[in-house]
């Protein structure tokens, strides 16, 4: 009786064995998604990368071309202004934002 099922269930053990490595072992499918999951991310981090690489290009090819780019610039990103110029700094009120009043402007009778 033992010798007539022994090969069948030696063939099934030998079967889910190959199913298993089909899907969850060295090169199954389920690594196969996961690493498919991984490029598609690294294409699009690329991608945006190298947006980023074409827009610092594009700023190094305008600070090279000429002083007015070098100059807009100290003057946006470092307040630098030329000998002889005034500075005039104009704050806008926000709607609805009103500076407090002095303590003893704000309590009548004090």
């Known amino acids: 009786m033992i010798r007539r099922w022994l090969p069948h269930a030696v063939l099934l053990a ?3 064995s190959l199913l298993w490595q ?4 060295e090169g199954g499918r ?15 981090e690329n991608a945006r990368l190298e947006q980023r690489n074409q827009a610092l290009a594009a700023d ?7 002083e007015a780019a070098v100059e807009d610039r100290a003057r946006a990103e470092l307040g630098m202004i030329k000998p002889g110029e ?15 009043p002095a303590a003893d402007e704000g309590e009548p009778g004090r």
């Open 86 to 100: 005034t500075f005039y700094r104009v704050v806008e009120e926000l709607p609805g934002s009103r500076p407090a």
């Open 14 to 16: 030998i079967a889910l």
């Open 30 to 44: 389920l690594q196969v998604a996961r690493l498919q999951d991984r490029i598609a991310a690294q294409r699009a």
């Open 22 to 25: 089909l899907e969850r072992g």
């Open 60 to 66: 190094v090819a305008e600070l090279k071309s000429g």
